[in-house]
């Protein structure tokens, strides 16, 4: 187990590592495996680029995020102009289906609404727009059509998780109700974690992943 000065030691390390962030203007602070990380940002790519650094550190417990976005006077665009650059970006995407998703733009924050068959084709149009030049924020309301019975969707987030990563797959449980799966019990880092939400979401039919792992030995 790293304490927390190792923890913190590793998370500056790995944000000053990543080109696409400026860790001059980011703080990072650490509690019993909890990072903070607090500071003015640019873009809202580069607050995402942030988490996801935090994310590949071993033995981080949990992450918070203080991070507003301010973004540059190069970077600022009108909220039609948002807009349109969005509608482009989904309609040039290929794994996006073709008008499903719509877009709301509010003073730079993204609205995405629609409904798609898989998972990835929602995730799909959040990271096409996310590093559009002027978007504050995201917020993906797309919903996933279920198209399979629970049993079928919590056989086949086992069977995903026991060909990731056997020793998570003995120690989660797997509940499924309509197209939004619960999953509780324990993992041994973030980057597990991680994988193991990603098995869930990445499964057909899945909506929603409610989160209730538990990070640590």
Known sequence: MKTDFQLMADVTAELDADPSINANAIGVAVNDGVITVSGHLASFAEKHAVERAV??????????LELDVKLAP??????TEIAEAASAALRWHSLVPDDRVKVEVDNG??????????????SSAEQCVRPLLGVRGVTNHVVIKPRVRDKDIAGEITAALTRHAQREAGHIDVAVEGSIVTLSGRVYSMAEHDAVVGAAFGTRGVSTVVDKLEVGR
Not at 55 to 64: D, F, M, Q, Y
Not at 74 to 79: A, P
């Open 55 to 64: 994310h590949r550190v071993s033995g981080v417990r949990g992450i918070a």
């Open 74 to 79: 190069e970077h600022r665009r009108s909220d």
């Open 109 to 122: 924050w993204v609205t995405l609404t629609g409904q798609v068959d898989w998972p990835y084709q929602s």
